[in-house]
């Protein structure tokens, strides 16, 4: 999560961004619109898979993706606040005929199943591509670490908050099809020519730095505007301290409102409600770090703070270099801050259906940069998942 390895990792920005886009575009060419969120999951997935698995899922209607995006909802449901009445009354859990439970030992089968299924994808491939099952197991199990060590690190990675850069990544879709949205989308078009001169530089370049300071203020408001987790998951304090005259003792269990402390009024003002891309430039008092609650703050914020963002200013710099996104009338997005999600007893949000176009503002510059990414990153996109059976050795479990 270092600045030098997030600048490494530029192929996997520019091969996710790239089939983002390809495959957004192809699905609303013959006129219909599309909802973005599946697609910004993908994408989401893929930098973890990649990692762990040196596999990624190229065709959005692939069985499997489909299968883990699901569970992996599902298990994030099992971290909610608000939705676990076992959480808050112990009888439950020893309810025999437990609902939640009975759905939770579910999920976790299924689940084990894929993680042997792109496990092996991971052996399969140790000896010509790089990723954490490759590096750290041999062909007979008993490399560094055991397979079961393996299976704790990449679950932990699979399961860690890809959800939450898939939301955001298609609420980025849901601004800028409002009517505003055109007026940005020109913006941040604009300062890419200003930058690098041409739409062709500008879409290689994005996936290394973040000039348009403009963009950059849009992904913090964005960021503020939904935090989605609104409530960051429980701390314990390491010390005790007070807080406007109370006493907070150590080992108190803290659990910190981000959706309320990103509307905080007197911090931010009378529009603290609207989405003002702008804010971070001109509003001085709050342009300052950590501009929102969203990642959390101090010591436990989000480690991936500075991965999820440079991915987010990606989707969003090129999506505005290469069209023009407009919202389908019919469904348009829901851009207030708690009335956009799907469902408010999860433990992360995800907008309500919406549907958006995409027109290319040049189809010959399109066409350009979609070969300039697929060939520099010819050996990324081979990496595609293969249905291969589970060998014998790894029934029953890691």
């Not at 003002?269 to 709050?286: A, C, I, K, Q, W």
């Not at 009335?339 to 958006?356: E, L, N, V």
Request: aromatic content about 10%; proline content about 4%.
């Amino acid at each position: 999560m270092t600045t030098p390895a997030i600048q490494e990792r530029a192929s996997l920005y520019d091969v996710e961004s790239y089939s983002l886009l390809r495959d957004l575009y192809q699905d609303t060419s013959n006129g219909e619109s599309v909802y973005p969120y599946t697609y910004t999951q993908r994408l989401a997935l893929n930098f973890t898979t990649m990692l762990c698995y040196a596999t990624r899922f190229d065709n959005i209607r692939t069985k499997l993706l489909k299968e883990i995006l699901e569970i992996v909802k599902t298990v994030s449901s099992f971290r909610s606040t608000n939705k676990n009445l076992q959480d808050y009354v112990p009888i439950v859990r020893l309810l025999p005929e437990n609902p939640r439970s009975r759905l939770a030992v579910e999920c976790s089968r299924i689940r084990d199943e894929w993680l042997r299924k792109l496990t092996q994808q991971a052996l399969n491939h140790r000896h010509d591509r790089v990723s954490i099952v490759g590096d750290f197991a041999r062909s007979d199990g008993k490399g560094r670490l055991d397979l079961d060590d393996i299976k704790c690190i990449c679950v932990g990675l699979v399961s860690g908050g890809f959800e939450t850069l898939g939301s955001t990544g298609a609420l980025i879709f849901a601004q800028l099809a409002t009517e505003k949205g055109e007026k940005w989308q020109e913006r941040i078009y604009s300062d890419c020519i200003k930058h690098y001169g041409s739409v062709e530089v500008a879409w290689q370049k994005v996936v290394l730095e973040q000039k348009s300071e403009f963009a950059v203020s849009f992904i913090r408001e964005l960021l503020r505007m939904y935090a989605v987790i609104p409530l960051i998951p429980a701390r314990k304090t390491a010390k005790a301290f007070e807080w406007n005259g109370a006493i907070v003792p150590e080992g108190t269990t803290v659990i910190l409102n981000a959706q309320a402390a990103n509307h905080d009024r007197e911090h931010f003002g009378d529009t603290v409600d609207e989405f003002v891309p702008e804010r971070f430039l001109y509003e001085s008092n709050v342009n300052r770090s950590p501009y929102h609650f969203t990642f959390g703050a101090g010591s436990r914020a989000c480690t991936a703070v500075n991965l999820s963002i440079r991915i987010l200013y990606v989707i969003l710099a090129r999506s505005c270099m290469l069209f023009e996104i407009k919202k389908d009338a019919s469904r348009p997005p829901v851009n207030d801050y708690i009335g956009y999600a799907a469902d408010r007893s999860a433990q992360t949000y995800w907008p309500k259906d919406f549907g958006i176009n995409l027109t290319p503002r040049d189809p010959a510059t399109m066409e350009r940069c979609f070969r300039i990414s697929q060939e520099a990153c010819a050996e990324q996109l081979s990496y595609s998942y293969e249905n291969d059976d589970v060998p014998e050795k790894f029934k029953g479990g890691l």
